[in-house]
C-alpha cells in the first residue's frame, strides 16, 4: 500500500483494526504487546530497535516496557501515521519516513522488528526491502518479523475484513523463510503463533509447545545477520 493510502487510514486504523478482530474477542493492544514480548525472548538488550512499519504507534508503550534502555526508531512511508504516533505516545522516539531506502546506517540495529507489514508490499519488492533491513541490523542483532498464517481461516476472515488490508497478498511461511535466506540471513528459525481466541485464553498456556503446529493465525520468523 502507498503512503498515501496510509495516510488516509491513520486517523481511523485503530477503530478499523478493532472491527475486524472483534470476533477474537481481543484487543489490537493484546496482539501488539504479544510480539514485542517474543521479541523480548530472543534480542539481547538492544541498544537500538528499529520498528519497521510502526504505523501509529501501537508497539511503542510494549517497547518502552520490554526494552526500558533501548533507543526506539519508528520507520514508515506514511508521514500521516508517525505523526499521530509521536501526539498518542509523546517520547524519545525517533520518527522516520522511508520511500526508496531506509535513511539509516549500515549496523546501526540490534533489535529490527517489523510486525505485519510485509504482506501490504509487492512481492517485488521485498527481497529489496529484507536486505535493507540485513543492512541496518548489527552482526550480534537479530530480526523478528511476523506476518499472518494464509492457511489459518480466522486469519483470512479477520484480514479479509479489514480496510486497510484490501491490498494484503497474504505470504506463506515456508515462502518468507526461503525470501530472507535469499536476501542474505542466516539462522532463520520459524515458529507459529496466536492458536486460541480470547474464549479459550487459559488453553494459551500450551502455546509455546504448538511453535511447530502451522496452524496459528500468525507465525514469526528470526533471523541474524551473515
Known sequence: MSAPEFDRYAEHYEAM???????SGCEPEYFAEYKIAFAALVARNPSTIVDFGAGIGNSIPHFRRYFPQARLICVDNSAESLALA?????????????DETLPLEESSSGLTFAACVFHHIEPNAQGHWLRELLRVTSRDGVLVLFEHNPYNPLTRKAVAGCEFDRDAIL?????????LSEAGWRDIRLRYHVFFPQTLAPLRLLEPALGWLP???QYSVTARRR
Open 171 to 179: 505470504i506463506r511461511a515456508r515462502t518468507m523463510v526461503k525470501a
Open 215 to 217: 496452524l496459528g493465525g
Open 86 to 98: 509521536a501526539q498518542r505516545f509523546p517520547g524519545p522516539e525517533r520518527m522516520v519516513t522511508v
Open 17 to 23: 483494526h478493532q472491527r475486524s478482530i472483534a470476533f
